[in-house]
């Protein structure tokens, strides 16, 4: 008994075997090996992907609380970049006093990242509730200022001599443009 098979069916029985082994061959040479490297990346993966919500959860709460920070002490932080100038000074705080002149004494010594300057004041009041609403008025000011104590008063007549000396505290002029612009973000 002879068996017919014709060679259209010869070819495609070949390569349908030929396709067949090299499935196999290209199964267990390349996607089996590869298959296990690939459950392992996918595992660092993961484990990568938890780590970066973590960060990025810490990340937005530290931003926020910053946000927060900025505006509740936008007024502080404005005060830190502005310059300090006596005579602007003297023109805001005139009302207060009958005469009020302001004194450059020395550059005291800078702090970490601010710079500070020593001022000597010497003014004449006709109260001293009227100095007491100046002190009010410079926690209000376009200045981080500090009086140091000992604040001297003198009766002169109906007036009294007061004379104090303030710490000016400003932004150290020479900073860097890209530091100022990360924070306004």
């Keep these: 008994m002879k068996i017919k098979i014709s060679r259209h069916y010869l070819y495609i029985l070949l390569l349908s075997v030929f396709l067949f082994v090299f499935v196999l061959v290209f199964s267990f040479g390349f996607l089996i090996p590869k298959g296990k490297e690939y459950r392992q990346a996918r595992l660092e993966l993961r484990k990568e992907n938890l780590e970066l919500r973590k960060y990025q959860k810490f990340y937005d709460e530290i931003l926020a609380k910053l946000k927060d920070l900025q505006s ?14 006596p005579d602007r000074f003297e023109k ?6 009958s005469s ?3 004194t450059k004494v020395a550059r005291a010594k800078d702090e970490d990242s601010f ?6 004041t010497t ?17 209000k000011s376009d200045w981080i200022i500090g009086v140091n104590f000992p604040i001297d008063f003198q009766r002169d007549g109906e ?8 710490n000016v505290y400003a ?7 890209t530091a100022s612009g990360s924070l306004s973000k």
């Design 72 to 85: 509740k002490n936008r007024h502080i932080i404005r005060a830190f970049d502005t310059p300090f100038h």
């Design 92 to 97: 805001q705080h005139k009302n207060f006093f």
């Design 100 to 102: 009020l002149h302001v």
């Design 115 to 120: 710079t500070v300057y020593e001022v000597n």
């Design 123 to 139: 003014s004449q009041i006709s109260s001293p509730t009227n100095f007491y609403d100046f002190l009010d008025a410079l926690n």
């Design 159 to 166: 007036m009294i001599k007061s004379s104090f000396r303030m």
């Design 171 to 177: 932004n150290k002029e020479d900073k860097n443009a």
